[in-house]
């Protein structure tokens, strides 16, 4: 169950959302509808997706139907949330090596909300990598290792 998030399905899909979506952070979220984690998170984006929607719009992305992004993103964990503004991808410096995507659920709505502010703020004046707000005791630790999902 998707909590009526949109889903994109295809390599074909996701290009649209990311050329088409204009002056709000595009968020997708990469990953699996039955994925606990990805349940998590699902149910932080849908609860927050009214309160964020002048600023962003969220999609699910499955990583089984749009192999070349998961591997362009180098989507080894799931889920991982990349972000876009007007086309461009935005990086986010959560204090990891990667500044790519977050890997993970958010541990909170306001974390999530707090995030898509910042990022739309800098994107806003023209930055392309902003500084994470959430707590980093908040930011789930992975270690960058190349494994299949």
């Known amino acids: 169950m ?36 990805c349940l998590q998170l699902d149910d932080i984006l849908s609860k927050t997706s009214s309160a964020i929607s002048k600023m962003a719009a969220i ?30 991808h935005m990086k986010v410096d959560y204090g990891s090596p990667d500044h790519t995507k977050f890997v993970g659920s958010f541990k909170t709505k306001q974390d999530f909300i707090d995030l898509i502010e910042v990022i739309y703020r800098g994107a806003m004046r023209g930055k392309l990598i902003v500084q994470s707000p959430i707590d980093p005791k908040n930011i789930p630790k992975y270690d960058l290792l190349y494994q299949d999902i």
């Open 2 to 37: 998707s909590f009526l998030l949109p889903k994109l399905t295809s390599k074909k899909e996701v290009d649209q959302a990311i050329k088409s979506t204009a002056e709000k952070v595009l968020v997708l979220r990469f990953g699996r509808d039955e994925d606990p984690v």
């Open 59 to 88: 999609y699910l992305v499955d990583v089984d139907q749009t192999p070349v992004y998961t591997q362009y993103f180098d989507i080894s964990y799931i889920p991982s949330t990349v972000f876009f503004f007007n086309g461009q």
